[in-house]
């Protein structure tokens, strides 16, 4: 197993600078992460440092509560597509979902793949805000969508990836999602046991602290 194709080398912390960006993606070549994970504003720069390797640029949309319009997620979709972003996570509409408006919830979903394409696109559930019965009806939605992961977390709310929150979403798509457990792995220990309950992709900020056995310390 090739751990460091499961990460997706994250800083999305609102006081990142330029200067961090780029550390990221020097890391993320040298480790062949999966891909970085960045806000918006930073994905032409990214896609400028790894257009020569492996590391997908993975751009957040809707980030972090999912409540913008969806015209406005297919704008922000579109734009960073334009930059080279080469995967989404785009952040469901909590608030309409927690108001059972299932038929909105979906419709921002399909706009959404539909603007990406064939680029990849992970929806983030918050599962730290949904019962186990409400992550069951996310994740049925966006399989109704035709997305190509559900994820855990943005790691900006009250809490991250759980082992039972991502053995649930697994057993709830199987095989034909794939699930993506972020917020709060620290450790190789941890990714290796989201790996277990089903994960197929880790979003962390300590990507290098996994693969050098080490703890990382610092927030998200």
Known sequence: ????????????????????????????????FASVFINPTYVS?????????D??????????????????????????????????????NISQFKSDKYDLVVADMLACKKAAGTVIVKVILETCLLTAAEIIKACQLAEQAGLDFVKTSTGFSKAGATIANVKLMKATVGERLQVKAAGGVRNKADALAMITAGATRIGTSGGVAIMDGQEHSKSY
Not at 11 to 18: C, M, V
Not at 45 to 53: K, T
């Open 1 to 32: 197993m090739k751990l460091n194709k499961y990460i997706d080398h994250t800083l999305l912390k609102p006081d990142a600078t330029i200067a961090d960006i780029k550390q990221l993606c020097l890391e993320a070549k040298e480790y062949d």
């Open 45 to 53: 720069l990214a896609h400028q440092l790894l257009q020569n390797s």
């Open 55 to 92: 590391v997908n640029v993975c751009v957040v949309v809707g980030f972090p509560l999912g409540a913008n319009t969806t015209k406005t997620k297919v704008a922000e979709i579109t734009n960073a597509l334009e930059d080279g972003a080469n995967e989404i996570d785009m952040v469901m």
